[in-house]
């Protein structure tokens, strides 16, 4: 997993990261979480590459919890067991893209 935390006064836009996503030859989808909505333990068989447009989610990616505020980007690789939880009492809105390796 590698998370990249903004240190930016000003956080992006949700239109200026789904430019990054797109630059980087990534297909984003805005995901809307709702206040103390949670998201069980899963996982995918690719990369998941997520930005925080605004509110805070809390990941735990295999026992590690890590708290996602505007701007934070992480990537979890394929097959880690990961769950979500929103934080606060506002909505969490994030961009999403799979990263998919073809051989």
């Known amino acids: 997993m590698i998370v990249t935390r903004w240190q930016a006064p000003v956080v992006p836009t949700k239109e200026q990261i789904v430019h990054i996503f797109r630059v980087e030859g990534l297909q984003p989808e805005e995901e809307i979480y709702l206040p103390k909505q ?13 930005m925080i447009v605004s509110g805070e989610l809390l990941m735990n990616i295999a026992g590690n919890k890590l708290l996602l505020r ?4 992480i990537l979890i ?3 880690t067991r990961h769950a ?3 934080r ?9 893209a ?4 073809h051989s």
């Open 88 to 96: 606060g009492d506002e909505p969490c809105i994030s961009i999403y």
């Open 38 to 50: 949670t998201v069980t333990e899963h996982k995918q068989p690719f990369d998941e590459v997520r």
């Open 98 to 101: 799979q990263k998919v390796f």
């Open 84 to 86: 979500k939880e929103v």
């Open 70 to 73: 505007a701007g934070d980007r």
């Open 77 to 79: 690789p394929s097959n």
